[in-house]
């Protein structure tokens, strides 16, 4: 099941208390203090995982729990730290505060780990607390509280390409002959129902590329229409956009127009991204009924026909984008 969005409760071990304690030797009644500190509480951290792809795990367990530290002991024994608790997410998840709605993180590195919620510090014992105004302190600390937290975690695929088009474009059936995925394919309209993810790899030592497949658009999905677009969080990052229109359109403008519009509906900086248009399923007409518009490519990618040829287009607009904004994750 693809979940992309998910509400957790976390709470920081809190701080063990520190010791009141005074040495103890035989011929010393009452020596010197020497309670030692409590341990801090355990953090909290979200990781970032490429083999994780959604947030499925985490939405069926919405509580997390560090443990406390120990509480420190005479002989200036210091308690040891509480264990943390590491929680992996996919690569492109956003940490949101429920509570507030702020920005907390955004975990884009394989391996990096956000620390989310904070373990109390522990408290001192009256051997940290000897000073020269107070040899003799007749007190000890408590451990603080460690942080709690309510976080929202929403998902936003990392891809190069994201593929855009109506039901039964044909996105998921050229997305199956570019990459090793395998969208649910059938001739009946929103076939497609969740995101998709597909590698390329392109020939002759071209880098490859990741292509996000979405479900399809409709016009005033915006106001809930179809599927809506809630999905087009998964394409936010891509640096390209694919448009794609059916060659039995009567005016494929128009489609990807309608298309077009949606996106701005939903986000400007999207529908501003580099676009690159195909006409799909040309093997459905004959050439003379084929009218291309221009400079956009055509394929039929249950033939192959023109399938390298837009792959090509697609690779190098990938390229030209990667050389403009190198560090960029749009």
């Not at 011929?27 to 792809?53: F, M, N, T, V, W």
């Not at 969208?183 to 390329?200: M, N, R, S, W």
């Amino acid at each position: 099941m693809f979940i992309d969005e998910a509400v957790i409760n976390i709470k920081a071990g809190d701080g063990g208390n520190g010791c009141f304690s005074y040495e103890r030797l035989k011929y010393k009644p009452k020596g010197s203090p020497d309670g030692g500190d409590g341990g801090r509480g355990g953090h909290i951290y979200l990781k970032g995982s490429a083999q994780i792809h959604t947030l499925q795990d985490t939405a069926y367990r919405q509580h997390y729990r560090a443990t406390r530290g120990t509480h420190g002991k005479g002989s200036n024994k210091f308690g040891a730290k509480g264990e943390d608790v590491t929680i992996p997410v996919p690569l492109g998840t956003v940490i949101y505060d429920e509570a507030t709605g702020d920005l907390i993180a955004d975990c884009l590195k394989e391996g990096e780990e956000l620390i989310v919620a904070k373990g109390g510090r522990g408290g001192r014992g009256n051997g940290s607390l000897v000073s020269p105004k107070n040899p003799n302190p007749e007190r000890s600390e408590a451990g603080k509280p460690g942080e709690e937290k309510k976080l929202r975690l929403v998902l936003k695929m990392l891809a190069d390409v994201g593929l855009v088009g109506r039901p039964n474009a044909g996105k998921s059936t050229f997305l199956s002959k570019i990459s090793h995925a395998r969208p649910k394919i059938a001739d009946y309209p929103f076939t497609t129902t969740e995101p998709h993810l597909g590698i390329v790899k392109m020939p002759q030592g071209h880098d490859s590329f990741v292509v996000a497949d979405i479900p399809g658009l409709i016009e005033d999905c915006h106001k809930g229409k179809g599927l809506g677009i809630r999905f087009l969080r998964h394409i936010e990052r891509t640096k390209v956009l694919v448009i794609l229109v059916e060659s039995t359109s009567e005016d494929p403008l128009a489609d990807a127009n309608v298309l077009i519009r949606e996106l701005e509906h939903y986000s400007k900086s999207l529908a501003e991204k580099p676009k690159f248009f195909i006409l799909t399923k040309t093997d459905l007409v004959t050439k003379d009924e084929t009218k291309i518009p221009e400079s956009w490519g055509a394929m039929s990618a249950v033939t192959g026909e023109g399938l390298k040829e837009v792959l090509g287009e697609i690779g190098d607009l990938v390229k030209r984008s990667r050389e403009e904004n190198p560090d960029v994750v749009f």
